[in-house]
Structures are given as structure tokens and as C-alpha cells.
């Protein structure tokens, strides 16, 4: 950590910070300028509340060197992490894997013709929320366990992973029969005994980015499953808010390679979410997997304006044929495949 003292700081509140850093572990090594005093802390500093220094008489500005997590860093695996799935499927190598499928399971037939299509496309995932976080109590909720039940008796019909979003800590066992991926939504990126208890599970956990998270908040929330030993995580950009409202959310495609820098874990993107709108999803699905996306997961659907949830932002199932052409191009551009 580095403490820059005020120009105008005295030697008596200089020797009071180097104090309350010593106190809270940290060595000071300290250079004295013409006109300004600089402390280096260095020891444990991951564990300091930096705020608390800000606040002292005298200081200017203080800010962390090394980051505040360690699992989650670059530095901990710098080669990058590749989560495997019991089938052979991988995220995080070169080649960039699709998920698909409905917002939220609603009928049988409706997942099994999303299933074929997606496979047929040459998705390896299916997608659906079978437990909905929505803004809305009286807006549809999802079918609960029944739900999972077919998207699992789909996706075996057509040899492809499920993945689908946990809510809270009690559905966690109820759902590892059926899910090949745990979701964690933007609504619980800071749900921490949630992201503790799957630190627990061995499954693979999409944690999504919250709508006002920083990076290094959801960065610090994968610490949080990874220090339970779980080390298969992968991070989704799924647009922020921002007080930009012709899109749904502001898909912050920038967030991909800066995860890349500061994180080895998979990062993945979601256009559905991240615009709202099916004519911004392609576009934003393309710069995504230019960017450096591992995997792209979209909402498609058999009859996308029906859809019982995000119905705006939902695919039609010739429009996820045609990106999903589009997205080859782009993945042999940058030396990937598809
Ligand atoms: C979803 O995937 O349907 C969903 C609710 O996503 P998010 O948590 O990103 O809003
Ligand atoms: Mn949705």
C-alpha cells in the first residue's frame, strides 16, 4: 500500500500514520521529498482497511499495490484456468463454447425444440431458469424443480450440459442432479453466504456480474467460492447499469480483457442481458468474442416473443443460426475455434 502525505503535513501526523500502520501489521518504508512525504506499506496489507487511513490527519490519498484477492488473481494460476465438464466439454481454451436457450424453462416442448436447435447450431450448453429472480413478485417465478427435470431429460436427448441459476443456499442440493453449471445471478454476486456454501459444492459455478459491481467486486465475490475450494468458476459480463437507458443494462465489453489481466478464471459474456434488446444481441455477442470471450451465453427461443420472461431480449431461433455463423468468422479471426 502507498500513503501519500499532504505537502502541508507535519512530522507529528507523519509519525502518527507510519504508527497506525505499524499497528496494523504493515512494514513503512518512508521517502521524504522536497515537498511531499510517500509511505510504502508493505506485510498483509490485503487485509487492511484502506479506508480508515484516508481519513487520518495529513493524508492525501492512499491506495493498495497488491490486489485484495489472491485465488481469483492472475498471479495464482498465470497460464489461465480451463474448467472442465463431464462430457469433455471445456470453457476457457481455445475453443469458445455456446449456451443457449430459454430465459425460463416453460413447457416440454418448448425446451426440447430449443435443445435440437441448439445443438444443432453447435451449442454444447443449454440454458433456462427453472428458479426466476425477477424485479417483479407477480411476474412468472419459474417452474421450480419440474422444470429442471426437462431441461435435463432435453439436453441428455441431445448430449449437451444444463446450466441454470441457484437462488439461494436451500435449492443448492435439490439442483445437482439436474445442472451441469450452477448459476449465480447478478441479483446475488454479493450473496455471500450463498457464494461460501458453493465453495463448498464440487460443481462448476457462472457467477455473474452484479448491475453495480465493480470488477473487483465480482473478482472478491469468486474468492469467496474459490476459498472454499472450489476452483471451478467461471466470471459473466452481463451488462451494468449506467445512466445510459436506450439499452436495458451498458454491456461493458472492456470488462473482458480487463478480467483476462487481472484473473486466470474463464470470462464469458451475456449480450441478452447486457442489451435487452434482440436486435443489439448479435452485435454485442460479435465484439464480445473479438474481445476475448471464452463462451457466449444467449436467450433463444421457439417463439421469442411469447416467452414467458425477457421476451424482447430473446432470440429467434433462425437469428441464433445466423450468429451463430457470424461468430465462427470472428473466432477463426482471432485464432479460436467454435
Ligand atoms: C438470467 O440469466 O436469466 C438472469 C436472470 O440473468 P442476470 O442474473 O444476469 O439478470
Ligand atoms: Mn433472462
Same mark, same amino acid.
Given at each position: 500500500?502507498?500513503?501519500a502525505m499532504?505537502?502541508?503535513a507535519?512530522e507529528?501526523q507523519?509519525?502518527?500514520v507510519?504508527?497506525a500502520?505499524v499497528?496494523?501489521g504493515v512494514?513503512?518504508?518512508r521517502?521524504?521529498?522536497?515537498s511531499?512525504?510517500?509511505? /510504502?506499506g508493505?506485510?498483509p496489507? /490485503?487485509?487492511?482497511d %484502506?479506508?480508515?487511513?484516508?481519513?487520518?490527519?495529513?493524508?492525501?490519498h492512499?491506495?493498495?499495490?497488491?490486489?485484495?484477492?489472491?485465488?481469483a488473481g492472475?498471479?495464482f494460476?498465470p497460464?489461465g484456468?480451463?474448467v472442465?465438464?463431464?462430457?469433455?466439454v471445456?470453457?476457457?481454451n481455445e475453443?469458445?463454447a455456446v449456451?443457449?436457450?430459454?430465459?425460463?424453462v416453460?413447457?416440454?416442448?418448448?425446451?426440447?425444440e430449443?435443445?435440437?436447435?441448439?445443438?444443432?447450431a453447435g451449442?454444447s450448453?443449454l440454458?433456462?431458469?427453472a428458479f426466476k429472480?425477477?424485479s417483479?413478485p407477480y411476474?412468472f417465478?419459474?417452474?421450480?424443480i419440474?422444470?429442471?427435470e426437462?431441461?435435463?431429460?432435453a439436453?441428455d436427448?441431445?448430449?449437451l450440459?444444463?446450466?441454470s441459476e441457484?437462488?439461494?443456499i436451500?435449492?443448492?442440493e435439490?439442483?445437482?442432479p439436474?445442472?451441469?453449471?450452477l448459476?449465480v445471478?447478478a441479483?446475488?454476486?454479493q450473496n455471500f453466504n450463498?457464494l461460501r456454501?458453493?465453495?463448498?459444492v464440487?460443481?462448476?459455478?457462472?457467477?455473474?456480474?452484479?448491475?453495480?459491481a465493480t470488477?473487483?467486486e465480482?473478482?472478491?465475490?469468486a474468492e469467496y467460492i474459490?476459498?472454499?475450494?472450489?476452483y471451478?468458476?467461471i %466470471?459473466?459480463?452481463?451488462?451494468i447499469?449506467?445512466y445510459?437507458t436506450s439499452t436495458r443494462?451498458?454491456?461493458?465489453?472492456?470488462?473482458i480483457?480487463?478480467?483476462?489481466?487481472?484473473?486466470?478464471?474463464p470470462i464469458? /459474456?451475456?449480450?441478452s442481458h447486457?442489451?435487452?434488446?434482440?436486435?443489439?444481441?448479435?452485435?454485442?455477442a460479435?465484439?464480445a468474442?473479438?474481445?476475448?470471450?471464452?463462451?457466449?451465453?444467449v436467450?433463444?427461443?421457439?417463439?421469442?416473443?411469447?416467452?414467458?420472461s425477457?421476451a424482447?431480449?430473446?432470440l429467434y431461433?433462425?437469428?441464433?443460426?445466423?450468429l451463430?455463423?457470424?461468430?465462427r468468422?470472428?473466432a477463426? /479471426?482471432?485464432?479460436?475455434t467454435?
Open positions: 500500500m502507498i500513503v499532504q505537502e502541508k507535519t507529528e507523519i509519525d502518527f507510519i504508527d500502520m499497528d496494523a512494514g513503512v518504508h521517502t521524504t521529498g522536497a511531499q512525504t510517500i509511505l /510504502a508493505v506485510g496489507t /490485503a487485509s487492511v %484502506l479506508s480508515k487511513f484516508e481519513l487520518l490527519p495529513g493524508v492525501l492512499v491506495h493498495r499495490i497488491s490486489s485484495p484477492y489472491k485465488l492472475r498471479g494460476r497460464e484456468t480451463i472442465e465438464f463431464r462430457n469433455g471445456k470453457v476457457g475453443r469458445i449456451m443457449a436457450g430459454p430465459c425460463s416453460e413447457s416440454h416442448d418448448q425446451i426440447f430449443t435443445a435440437a436447435r441448439v445443438k444443432a451449442g450448453f440454458r433456462g431458469g429472480p425477477r417483479s411476474a417465478q419459474g417452474m421450480g419440474s422444470g429442471l426437462l431441461m435435463r431429460e439436453a436427448a441431445h448430449g450440459l444444463v446450466v441457484v437462488m439461494e436451500s435449492q443448492i435439490s439442483m445437482l439436474y445442472v451441469d453449471l448459476q445471478g441479483r446475488n454476486m450463498l456454501e458453493l465453495g463448498q464440487r460443481k462448476p459455478v457462472l457467477l455473474k456480474r452484479g448491475i453495480a470488477i473487483e465480482l473478482l472478491l465475490s474459490l476459498s472454499g475450494g472450489n471451478d468458476v %466470471l459473466c459480463e452481463r451488462g447499469r449506467t445510459e443494462n451498458t454491456m461493458d465489453i472492456s470488462a480483457p480487463v478480467v483476462k489481466k487481472y484473473s486466470h478464471l464469458i /459474456a451475456d449480450p447486457g442489451t435487452g434488446r434482440r436486435d443489439m444481441v448479435a452485435p454485442m460479435k465484439a468474442v473479438a474481445a476475448g470471450a471464452d463462451a457466449i451465453i436467450e433463444v427461443h421457439p417463439n421469442a416473443d411469447k416467452a414467458a425477457d424482447a431480449q430473446t431461433l433462425d437469428q441464433f443460426d445466423k451463430m455463423g457470424e461468430l468468422v470472428i477463426t /479471426a482471432i485464432g479460436r467454435m
